[in-house]
């Protein structure tokens, strides 16, 4: 079964695995009986899966929209080589491709999870880093031919036709969310150069990005949906780099009783690093974006959309 799922997924059953420990027998038998249910309400009928799943997407979603969702759920073979890079760890990554033509390593990295792709860069030297950046932000499509003779560097077989839709992946977005998950000084340096090339690619770029501080701009319902998904302990760490104004949206989105909890909690912790504050920050921001894309919360301020 886990040779099915994608990288993330196998993380995530792994460290619950890891975490499991005596089950009651009442438990398992429910858990088991409640599989065999599911299972037998499914139907055995055969369809043409990547069509079925095309279609659909297309009828719902408009080609445009659609067009970048198929290419990454049925890319297949057309990226094999790089999906072997998501199960390594960042700095391996980072080693085998950093001597790579900075082109080819934006095409690989618009590949990956941004959280990955974020990681990966940290390891590069700043101008790498910049260099890559830029390149990414310029990235208006790949062609099939490209990943082709990308994949044959790697050592992959690949199939495909040259004639198929360029795949559309890079761009202002693609930065922004990367960005998102870089840190605070390596994120300042990319953005400078690239404003040096292009001001107003900078720009853009800004006004794509979402970070800790841009919780101000949500609405009190959608914070109270966040709260929920968040763990005391890293909102404690979170907010111990956040601003007085977004503390106190925290709390008056909580019970009085567990505001002042917090409060207490916060004011009790001892000094911690930076680095620890930022990456419960991103988690918390991973908790936001997934609320986001499932349509539970809207994002306000940079990069969100006005609401009427």
Do not use: C
Request: aromatic share 2%; glycine share 6%.
């Amino acid at each position: 079964m886990l040779k099915h799922l994608g990288p993330r997924e196998v993380q995530k059953i792994g460290h619950a695995m890891a975490g499991l420990k005596s089950v009651p027998r009442a438990t398992v038998e429910s858990v088991l009986d409640s599989f065999l249910k599911d299972a037998d309400e499914h139907s055995a009928v055969h369809v043409d899966t990547d069509s079925y799943v095309r279609s659909v997407l297309t009828k719902a979603l408009g080609d445009d929209k659609a067009s970048n969702l198929i290419s990454r759920i049925l890319q297949g073979g057309e990226t094999s080589g790089i999906e072997g890079l998501k199960w390594m760890d960042a700095p391996t990554v980072a080693d085998l491709i950093k001597n790579e033509h900075p082109q080819i390593i934006s095409t690989i990295l618009v590949h990956l999870e941004h959280d990955h792709a974020s990681e990966i860069l940290n390891h590069f030297t700043e101008r790498l880093r910049n260099d890559v950046i830029l390149r990414i932000a310029t990235l208006e499509g790949i062609q099939p031919a490209a990943l082709r003779e990308l994949n044959e560097a790697m050592l992959r077989i690949l199939s495909g036709s040259a004639s198929v839709k360029r795949t559309a992946m890079g761009g202002v977005r693609t930065v922004a969310e990367i960005l998102n998950f870089i840190g605070t000084a390596n994120e300042t340096s990319v953005v400078d150069a690239i404003r040096e090339y292009d001001p107003d690619l900078a720009q853009k770029i800004l006004d794509e990005m979402f970070v800790f501080e841009n919780l101000m701009d949500i609405d009190d319902r959608s914070i109270q949906l966040i709260l929920r998904e968040v763990q005391s302990d890293s909102l404690i760490l979170a907010l111990k780099g956040a601003s007085p104004d977004l503390r106190e949206k925290i709390f008056r989105n909580m019970s009085q009783r567990a505001a002042e909890m917090l409060r207490e909690d916060l004011e009790s912790k001892g000094p911690v690093r930076l680095s620890e504050v930022e990456a419960e920050q991103k988690e918390i921001l991973k908790v936001v974006r997934r609320l986001a894309d499932e349509g539970q919360i809207v994002l306000g301020g940079a990069g969100g959309e006005q609401m009427l």
